[in-house]
């Protein structure tokens, strides 16, 4: 017996119909695109009109068509980054090196739970590190070197136990590096042309912002 027609109609209205994480995601990312200067087009297959973002360029998804890669690295984008990033929740790779990004880093990027790898570097990125970037427990990359960031490194970045590679160097932050938790191991090259960031920190003898009034 064949189906009845309003069943077939509404099964075909389902596969139309955007998943919300999809949409939400898909809506976030058309954000970022909205903020670029993008004159090599590179983000052309950006298109919101699809049912989620995973069949876009330098987007990967997992099995659930949750975004879990932008691959932006090297591709002549200018502009800024924007908050809507943060509800990527299941993103472990935002990676945006190598363009003319500039503006600040958004402290919703600290909602990233699932980030694994930040890379910034080379850009035009101003203001301070957030401090939200400490709620990134599964962080294992920052690499923001290159920029024109201020301020002192947030102490909460010694709480992310995963951090294997930190690099700060070219910028202009002050203050004292730290020397504890994945700090230990953090060669000093990667801190190096911060010409107001002092040495390694003497716990209790030096204030961790000195330098930076």
């Known amino acids: ?13 389902l596969t139309l119909v ?7 995601e898909g809506d976030a990312l058309y954000t970022l695109r909205k903020s670029l200067t993008d004159p090599d087009n590179i983000l052309q297959s950006w298109d ?14 997992n099995q659930n068509n949750r975004v879990t890669r932008v691959d932006l690295g090297n591709s002549n984008l200018s502009g800024h980054l924007v908050p809507e990033l943060g509800k990527l929740e ?8 190598k363009n003319d990004i500039q503006g600040t880093i958004p402290t919703e990027l600290g909602n990233l739970k699932s980030l694994i790898s930040l890379d910034l570097y080379n850009n035009n990125i101003s203001g301070t590190i957030p401090p939200s970037l400490g709620k990134l427990k599964s962080l294992v990359f920052l690499r923001l070197n290159d920029n024109k960031l201020t301020g002192p490194i947030p102490r909460e970045l010694v709480g992310i136990s995963s951090l294997k590679v930190v690099d700060v160097s070219n910028n202009d932050l002050c203050g004292t590096i730290p020397t504890s938790g994945p700090f230990e191991h953090i060669p000093l090259n990667n801190f190096e042309k ?6 390694p920190e003497l716990l209790g003898l030096a204030s961790y912002d000195t330098n930076c009034s």
């Open 18 to 24: 955007p998943s919300v994480f999809g949409n939400s």
């Open 194 to 199: 911060n010409p107001r960031l002092e040495g």
């Open 1 to 13: 017996m064949a189906a009845p027609i309003w069943l077939w109609a509404f099964s075909v209205a």
């Open 48 to 61: 919101p009109n699809l049912v989620n973002p995973c069949t876009w360029f330098h987007i990967t998804c």
């Open 90 to 97: 299941h993103l472990q790779y935002l990676e945006l090196y």
